[in-house]
């Protein structure tokens, strides 16, 4: 067995290398995949991308034709988004993996997460508006101010519609339906990929695989590419990770940034996370392969995530 399938989880069994998490796909199928996502998904006999870029080619015009304008805005919105090199440093110092005072707000918050929820290895969500389930948590140790409370298991808020989203090395996410939003997945830094699905179903058809690098964006709408899986391939150390190893042992990680807008924009204080909507997506259970809801919490406010950055900044004189 290669030291790639190895680090993929991939097992040894009868006739060969049983695939496994995330993708559970041979090197075979991934290249197909790739090749089909590279050409475009065919809809309404159109060939479409799945990702958005300047077209170079006659053929890249026409498989960018059919992506919806609205995408295409949020797009060129976000396309000179980058981290600072002091931003990424001090995300790579949290995430890394340590002991005692060594170890980081987000390594905190993914062993907690991990402690919560064995089903896959965890990603940390943050919200760049409103507040985060360990926002309580960060605050109380790194002596920042909090105004206001939730009386919710949750202490944060679903529903933001801009996402930080943070993924630790060969780390990834359930396969998840973004209901009827229409979006964008930005890659910030690092490398991700993301699967893409004809349905939200253990068993769906795999449509199309992509690797997303800094500047290149991904998008969805409620028909088109709604369901996926993202995974963070880049080097998570020397154990697998997977569903009996749900935390890496490497500072590595991709950064991604979400925008998901609803079909019609309704208030963002509501009652209840309403499905179909970004307050709430779907996901299949790793384990169960049931369908469960998401109510769209977030593990941590951008704004407390600032502070924690800029203090280690501080401290190393970046
Ligand atoms: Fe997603």
Request: hydrophobic share 35%.
């Amino acid at each position: 067995m290669s030291r790639a399938s190895e680090k993929r989880g991939d097992v040894k069994a009868a006739g060969g290398v049983k695939p496994g998490p995330p993708f559970f796909i041979t090197r075979k199928q991934e290249l197909g995949l790739r090749i089909k996502a590279s050409q475009g998904i065919v809809m309404n006999k159109v060939p479409t991308s799945l990702v958005i870029g300047q077209p170079t080619s006659f053929d890249d015009y026409v498989r960018q034709l059919m992506i919806p304008t609205r995408v295409l805005e949020l797009a060129r919105k976000a396309s000179a988004i980058r981290f600072s090199a002091w931003e990424a440093e001090a995300i790579r110092a949290s995430i890394a993996p340590g002991r005692g005072k060594e170890k980081g707000l987000l390594r905190k918050i993914l062993e907690l997460k991990a402690r919560k929820d064995d089903s896959h290895p965890p990603y940390i969500r943050v919200a760049c508006t409103g507040r985060g389930d360990y926002d309580e948590m960060a605050a109380a140790e790194y002596g920042y101010k909090l105004d206001g409370g939730g009386e919710d298991i949750h202490k944060g808020e679903f529903g933001s519609p801009v996402v930080l989203e943070l993924w630790p090395a060969q780390h990834y996410s359930p396969m998840h339906s973004h209901g009827m939003t229409t979006g964008i997945i930005y890659c910030l830094s690092g490398q991700i990929d993301v699967m893409a699905y004809d349905s939200l179903k253990w068993e769906a058809k795999k449509v199309g695989l992509l690797t997303l690098t800094p500047g290149q964006c991904a998008w969805l709408d409620g028909e088109r590419f709604a369901v996926h899986k993202v995974f963070c391939p880049m080097d998570g150390g020397d154990a697998p990770v997977g569903p009996d190893n749900l935390l890496n042992d490497s500072s590595n990680y991709a950064a991604t940034f979400h925008v998901y807008l609803n079909q019609s924009e309704l208030p963002l204080v509501r009652a209840r996370p309403e499905p179909d909507t970004r307050d709430e997506f779907t996901f299949v259970d790793e384990k169960t392969h049931k369908i469960v809801p998401f109510p769209t919490y977030s593990d941590i406010s951008w704004s407390i995530l600032r502070k924690v950055m800029a203090d280690y900044a501080g401290k190393i004189g970046m």
